[in-house]
């Protein structure tokens, strides 16, 4: 296991400012009033591709040497990673394959060969998932940049937090949703190293609560198929990521599927982005708990906006 | 009538700093390969009370002597105008009335009220507006702020377009909407002083484009009930807005319901922002014109973002 460091951090947002959005963050006077903290919002949703795994997408895909770079990168992935790597290696025009279930959505498909990627479907099964994706990687000598577990990936999604506090300086906590630990993974590393005292919470959803037990027990806990809206919550914590959030995790919060659309209702009515469930559930944690933030600055992070806007949970 | 200078929107934009969002200028690869221009996105959407409006409402506002301000500010205005001046005035804590037809959504005059603002109903007739106006201000001595055709207005919409070439630099041509012309006439206001060679470009809907036959004409057109989703930009033009539009804008340019429709789905889908139907016309007229803006630096006002969730016009 490699732990990525600072270092690596501070080389990861050289290496890829050029490819992705310095994202804005945003307050709203409303949120402040009706949490009682004063909140800054990291838009990722309103980064390339439109979530912020385009940037450890993008720190592992430029960090290739030019001999591996020619026989490309693979992922499996049905949600935002596999869109940001094929983004990140259609800028760099490599090859990209992505194995995604034959159930997967036909739009998702078609955002990724819109970048490049080649989509190779496998059946909606790990056994098949990871017998098809052995097979693309045998054939092509591509690299295999796992959505989360991966420290060129954490490294990149640390630049996200260093940003936040680049702009917004000094917070008393800041809130990521966890699904594989990615976000939260960078973000342990960034603050950890330039603000040590800011507190770091994860949210997650009730149905799909592993992480949270994996934190009160005490080793990974993964489910096998949990169902929530949030659906880029679904994943599990491996080695790596469990390493960041047992480490610095002050707490793991959850929310319902309800609280998590009512939240996901108000960013879009008040704040005017369109952000997907998962990047709500920050939101209604911090709603459901108020006294915690009380009076606090606290950060959150908007990790995506992709869905289908023909399909709204309030329809 | 009196014309603002350019002098009035630098102490506009004194004025209102602490009062609006410096909002964000976001750019989008996708976009500018779909119209072969280089687009930059200035998100007033993102600003207080979800408008630009809350630009010019509070330059009258925060204008007004303490004397007058004592017996507060009236307006009619079913849109985001009345909501605009109820923030402005919410935030100076001063009386706001707003005149508003009995039969305008009631989300909108909730969301008056929790500004602050008294909302007193008419009758959906303008003979009834002004007689049920001219009342409210007999009996309060209230200022009366015009949704646009008022030079204090104005020189608050401008301050967008001045950001908006703080953050960008030159730009070949700005796009906004044409509805009363209130950005519209800022935008020239404030080009016309620190970027001459812009050309500004009004976009307007087919199905209510009074400005465009007021443009082709020589003098203000004023449609009786224009019927558009595009539902901010149904009002005429005013003698101190025709004042800029015939002086400063370089054509207007119109787009169908589909077009807006279909122009508002990709800011959504693509940059995951949420605008209302209005802020969607530039951009349909520049995917229709694309031989007229190819290969230039093109700056687009996004006006705002309030609207029904619940109601949306892919649904």
Redesign the interface.
């Known amino acids: 296991m490699i732990i990525p460091t600072f270092d690596d951090v501070i080389a990861a947002h050289a290496r890829i400012k050029p490819y992705i959005?310095r994202t804005?963050v945003?307050?709203s006077?409303y949120m402040d009033d009706l949490t009682g903290a004063r909140l800054f919002f990291k838009c990722e949703?309103?980064q390339?591709a439109?979530a912020f795994k385009a940037r450890g997408a993008s720190n592992a895909v430029f960090g290739l040497s030019d001999e591996q770079a020619i026989k490309g990168v693979a992922t499996h992935s049905s949600g935002n990673h596999g869109l940001c790597l094929s983004y990140a290696a259609g800028r760099r025009g490599i090859p990209v394959s992505v194995v995604v279930p034959r159930t997967a959505p036909q739009a998702k498909k078609e955002a990724m060969r819109g970048y490049g990627a080649k989509v190779v479907e496998c059946e909606p099964s790990t056994t098949s998932r990871e017998q098809v994706f052995a097979e693309v990687v045998a054939q092509s000598g591509a690299d295999f940049v796992h959505p989360y577990n991966d420290p060129r990936v954490i490294a990149g999604q640390a630049t996200c937090s260093l940003e936040l506090h680049e702009d917004i300086g000094i917070l008393d906590a800041v809130v990521a949703p966890i699904g594989g630990g990615g976000m939260i993974s960078g973000t342990c590393l960034s603050l950890a190293h330039i603000s040590p005292d800011t507190k770091i919470y994860a949210a997650e959803p009730e149905q799909a609560d592993d992480a949270y037990r994996s934190f009160k027990i005490g080793h990974i806990i993964a489910d096998d198929a949990p169902q929530t809206i949030a659906d880029g919550l679904k994943v599990p914590l491996k080695d790596l990521t469990w390493h960041f959030v047992s480490k610095h995790v002050s707490d793991i919060l959850l929310a319902s599927e309800q609280e998590i659309i009512d939240a996901m209702?108000i960013l879009?009515?008040?704040?005017?982005?369109?952000?997907e469930p998962s990047s709500a559930v920050p939101l209604a944690t911090i709603i459901k708990n108020k006294e915690l933030f009380a009076g606090m600055r606290v950060g959150i992070i908007i990790t995506g906006?992709n869905l289908d806007?023909?399909k709204?949970p309030?329809?």
């Open positions: 959005h804005p945003l307050t006077q949703n309103l390339k439109g209702f879009w009515q008040r704040m005017k982005i369109v952000v906006g806007l023909k709204l309030w329809m």
